[in-house]
């Protein structure tokens, strides 16, 4: 998507953004280690109450939040509950983050490893916010 700011001023809405502002070409690896799809297998989402501005969820990652209805993409959630509470709930946890998870990779994955073998171009791996997912699995500070 692109950016909404961009585009009131003046970026047009029918370009690829990597010609017109002249970057190079780059590649990212179609691994799953984005935010929503860190957790293996996520939680079920679950609505615990909802009132005409907002909803009290427990979210994929087993957070229950409260999340606002209108303008999700400029609001944040606000975090009620953290599913990472001690030692045995991070043991618990943890096994939802397995790194050799079969659904991590994409089933034609040997293919892309040749084809990104030779790449003349940067093959990246996005992996998100780390900060990000230590907020979402358990409370920071007092």
């Known amino acids: 998507m692109l950016n909404k700011r961009w585009k009131k001023e003046g970026l047009p809405g029918d370009v690829h953004t990597e010609e ?24 079920e989402r679950v609505l615990l109450s909802e009132d005409q501005t907002h909803q009290v ?20 959630d606000q975090w009620l509950e953290y599913p990472v509470k001690d030692r045995k709930t991070w043991n618990e ?21 040749e084809r990104f073998k030779n790449a003349t171009y940067p093959v990246g791996v996005s992996a998100g916010s780390f ?9 920071l500070g007092v």
């Open 20 to 43: 017109y502002f002249g970057l190079d070409r780059m590649e990212y690896l179609p691994v799953r280690l984005n935010r929503k799809d860190v957790i293996i297998p996520p939680f």
């Open 57 to 76: 969820i427990i979210d994929f990652d087993g957070a229950k939040k409260k999340i606002f209805k209108e303008n999700r993409q400029e609001s944040m």
């Open 93 to 113: 946890y943890k096994k939802r983050l397995d790194p050799s998870s079969p659904l991590r990779f994409p089933c034609w994955w040997e293919q892309e490893k």
């Open 131 to 139: 900060f990000g997912w230590i907020r979402t699995w358990i409370k």
